[in-house]
C-alpha cells in the first residue's frame, strides 16, 4: 500500500514540476466533456478473480483561471469477468466466468504542460465507487440458474498520466490510470489499471449559452 501511495504523490510531484514550466494557451476558459473506452486490469492477488473486459468512461475537462491546472470530475464504468474465489455460504455453488461491474464517480484535479497542439498531464483524487458481484442462485426443483448480484459502497482513490492532441475542435486523447479500492473484494485488496483512449469536445460555447440564459 505504501508503495502505491508513494506512486500516486510521484505523479503528482512530475505533473506540477511540469506545469510550472510552460503556459497552456489551448484551454483558456475551456470546458470539455471527455468520452473514453479501454479496459482495466486488475493487479496483485485479484487478477485471478477480475479478468478485463472492454469497458468506458465520461468526464469533463474543466480549465481553471491558472490555465494550467484544471478539474477532471469523471466516471469509470469498468467491466471484468468475475471468477469467484472464495465460497459464500449464502449460496450453495461458486460462480466462475460471470460479470462484475465497477460504477467509479471520481473528483480529481490536474495539471497539464502544452506542447504546441500536444498537452500532456497528470491528476489524481479521490472518489466512491458502487461494486456489483455476481452470484449464483440455484434452484435444484426448478432446474433453474439464476444470476443475482451482491452490490457494496468504497471509497477509492485514483491517479494517472494521459495525452492529448488537438484536431480542430477537440482532442484526441490516451490515458493510463490506478484505482484503487479501498474496500476488499473477495478478501483481496483491489487496485486496477485502467487505460482509455478517446475524444475530449469542446462545449464551452454550450456552457456559456446555458450561463447566459441562467443569468450567470
Known sequence: ???????????WFIGNAMAQSEMDSIHHRKVFVTSGMGWGFA???????LQAKFSNSLGLDISLADR?????????FLTF?????????????????GRSNFYILNLA????????????????????????????AVSAAASKVTIETSVHITPTLRGGVG??????????????GWLHNFRHIQ?????????YGGLKTDVTKLKDNVARVMGL
Open 81 to 97: 469477468r468475475y471468477n469467484q474465489q472464495v465460497h459464500d455460504p449464502d449460496y450453495p455453488y461458486d460462480l466462475d466466468r
Open 1 to 11: 500500500m505504501r508503495k502505491q501511495y508513494l506512486l500516486f504523490l510521484s505523479i
Open 163 to 176: 495525452a492529448d492532441y488537438k484536431i480542430g475542435g477537440f482532442f484526441l486523447f490516451v490515458e493510463m
Open 68 to 76: 494550467c491546472y484544471f478539474v477532471y470530475p469523471s466516471i469509470d
Open 109 to 136: 484535479g490536474g495539471i497539464r504542460k502544452q506542447l504546441d497542439k500536444l498537452n500532456i498531464y497528470a491528476f489524481g483524487g479521490p472518489g466512491v465507487g458502487v461494486v456489483v458481484e455476481p452470484r449464483a
Open 43 to 49: 493487479l496483485g492477488e485479484t487478477s485471478d478473480l
Open 187 to 195: 478478501q483481496r485488496p483491489v487496485n486496477v489499471l485502467s487505460t
